[in-house]
């Protein structure tokens, strides 16, 4: 299965397309193509690219465990849907996003 993923400009937070068409920062609630949705990934990449708040636009693997937790395959991925590996910091948000995070 694949997700839409992208970066939001302002904030710098990682977001995922929902079902509703949306961008936010939950992997859960990430609409996701199975591998015969193809076209559908395509639109959908080609709709969000004109987003121009939105940059790092890509798809990514993730798989679905039998309890529905939806998980990237790469370890890249998992850090960036968990946020940092080291303590002490928040993971980015779209709230209160008035500047672009260095």
């Given at each position: 299965?694949?997700?839409?993923?992208?970066?939001?400009?302002?904030?710098?937070?990682?977001?995922?397309?929902?079902?509703?068409?949306?961008?936010?920062?939950?992997?859960?609630?990430?609409?996701?193509?199975?591998?015969?949705?193809?076209?559908?990934?395509?639109?959908?990449?080609?709709?969000?690219?004109?987003?121009?708040?939105?940059?790092?636009?890509?798809?990514?693997?993730?798989?679905?465990?039998?309890?529905?937790?939806?998980?990237?395959?790469?370890?890249?991925?998992?850090?960036?849907?968990?946020?940092?590996?080291?303590?002490?910091?928040?993971?980015?948000?779209?709230?209160?996003a008035d500047h672009v995070s260095l």
């Amino acid at each position: 299965m694949n997700a839409i993923t992208a970066n939001e400009l302002i904030s710098g937070a990682v977001v995922y397309l929902y079902e509703n068409g949306d961008f936010g920062v939950d992997l859960q609630q990430a609409k996701l193509f199975g591998a015969d949705e193809a076209g559908a990934l395509e639109t959908a990449l080609g709709k969000a690219a004109a987003i121009s708040r939105l940059v790092s636009l890509e798809e990514i693997d993730v798989e679905v465990s039998e309890t529905g937790v939806v998980w990237a395959n790469r370890l890249r991925e998992q850090i960036k849907a968990n946020g940092p590996t080291v303590g002490g910091f928040a993971r980015q948000s779209l709230e209160g996003a008035d500047h672009v995070s260095l």
